[in-house]
Structures are given as structure tokens and as C-alpha cells.
T-cell receptor
Framework: KQEVTQIPAALSVPEGENLVLNCSFT??????LQWFRQDPGKGLTSLLL?????REQTSGRLNASLDKSSGRSTLYIAASQPGDSATYLC??????????FGKGTTLSVSS | NAGVTQTPKFRVLKTGQSMTLLCAQD?????MYWYRQDPGMGLRLIHY???????AKGEVPDGYNVSRLKKQNFLLGLESAAPSQTSVYFC????????????FGPGTRLTVL
């Protein structure tokens, strides 16, 4: 059974720091990996989608990498801002159907 | 485009009552999904649909029914609500297979007393 783990569960950093969020999965036979952002009491906003054939994707200050063979992905956030404070969720797609989610990393960026 | 919308946003039920959650998408997506999010459990798939008139069970389908009579709508029904169904429910859609990006609605917060 595919399991997705996110470490750390919570992270606090001062504004301006670069940071890395980690995601690991147990079954490398994935279709893709998606990173989401969730603000308190809100829905999920898709940040980046990496197809299984890709190594990384970039959007603004965000960069996500994927290493299928080792079952790992990282989300790199450059020059963090207080507005980046949220929970970040990693999810993998199997067999062309639904997503399997990690439990998230809650990020707090202080000014 | 409104994207994925969910109705209602909040609801309180008493044990044994029934209700239907509505999900609508205007992106002409084939696939639609219902997830629930619980503290410490993450998001888990309840049911999904790969096209109009089709439905399939996900990880936690017990106590729920679904229907996809129109391509743009996916309904989640609770026939006899239980306190264990207190959760936040999210609907999502994707263009075709799960290899495509999934887009999520804003969620419905349901409390069963």
C-alpha cells in the first residue's frame, strides 16, 4: 500500500530564509506528484505538478524536485515571506485514479 | 471560470439525518473525486467517477453514496449521518486520468451531532 510521509510536520523560520520541505513515498510506480498549499479553513491550491518522467518543476520562488527511484520529492521555497505561512501537502497519483496524500507540513514564517 | 464549486459550505446534522453535497465543475473534466479531511488522518478518497454515469469506491466509501448524472456535477449523499462522518469534504476534478492535475473545491464543513 502506498504511503506518503512528510517531514517535518511543522517548521518555523524567519522571513527571508530559504527552506526545504520533504516528501517521501513507498511505491515508485507513480503517475505524478503534486504539491498543494492549504490555508486554515480553506481548500487546496495546486502549486506544482511533476510528471513521473520529469525531474523538477519551477514556479516563481518555488522549485519542486522528484526522484522516483528513491521515492523522494522536495519543495524548495526561496526567500520566504510571511504570506507563505500555510500547510503544504504532497500527494502522489497511482494507476490513473486518485491522489494519496501526506499529512502535510505546517509552515510559519515570522516577520 | 468558477472552477470547482461546492454546496453548501457548512452544515450541521443530527445523527440519522440525510443530506446531499453538491460538487460542480465548469472545466469539462471527465474525472471527479470526493475526499474527506480529518485531523491527523490527512485527505482520504471516498468515491470517484471517471465519466458521466460512472462511479467507483475509494478508500473510505462506507456510509456514503454518489451519483454522476451529468458530467459537470458529482453528488455525495449521506443516507443516515453518524458522528464519525463529521469532517471537511472536498471535491476535486481532473481532465482525464489521474495523471492530470487535480483541482479542488473550497470544501464543505459538516458536523454531525
Amino acid at each position: 500500500k502506498q504511503e506518503v510521509t512528510q517531514i517535518p510536520a511543522a517548521l518555523s523560520v524567519p522571513e527571508g530564509e530559504n527552506l526545504v520541505l520533504n516528501c517521501s513515498f513507498t511505491d515508485s510506480a507513480i503517475y505524478n506528484l503534486q504539491w498543494f498549499r492549504q490555508d486554515p479553513g480553506k481548500g487546496l491550491t495546486s502549486l506544482l505538478l511533476i510528471q513521473s518522467s520529469q525531474r523538477e518543476q519551477t514556479s516563481g520562488r518555488l522549485n519542486a524536485s522528484l526522484d522516483k527511484s528513491s521515492g523522494r520529492s522536495t519543495l524548495y521555497i526561496a526567500a520566504s515571506q510571511p504570506g507563505d505561512s500555510a500547510t503544504y501537502l504532497c500527494a502522489v497519483s497511482l494507476a490513473g485514479t486518485a491522489l494519496i496524500f501526506g499529512k502535510g507540513t505546517t509552515l510559519s514564517v515570522s516577520s | 471560470n468558477a472552477g470547482v464549486t461546492q454546496t453548501p459550505k457548512f452544515r450541521v446534522l443530527k445523527t440519522g439525518q440525510s443530506m446531499t453535497l453538491l460538487c460542480a465543475q465548469d472545466m469539462n473534466h471527465e474525472y471527479m473525486y470526493w475526499y474527506r479531511q480529518d485531523p491527523g488522518m490527512g485527505l482520504r478518497l471516498i468515491h470517484y467517477s471517471v465519466g458521466e454515469g460512472t462511479t467507483a469506491k475509494g478508500e473510505v466509501p462506507d456510509g456514503y453514496n454518489v451519483s454522476r448524472l451529468k458530467k459537470q456535477n458529482f453528488l455525495l449523499g449521506l443516507e443516515s449521518a453518524a458522528p464519525s462522518q463529521t469532517s471537511v469534504y472536498f471535491c476535486a476534478s481532473s481532465y482525464r486520468t489521474g495523471a492530470n492535475e487535480q483541482f479542488f473545491g473550497p470544501g464543505t464543513r459538516l458536523t454531525v451531532l
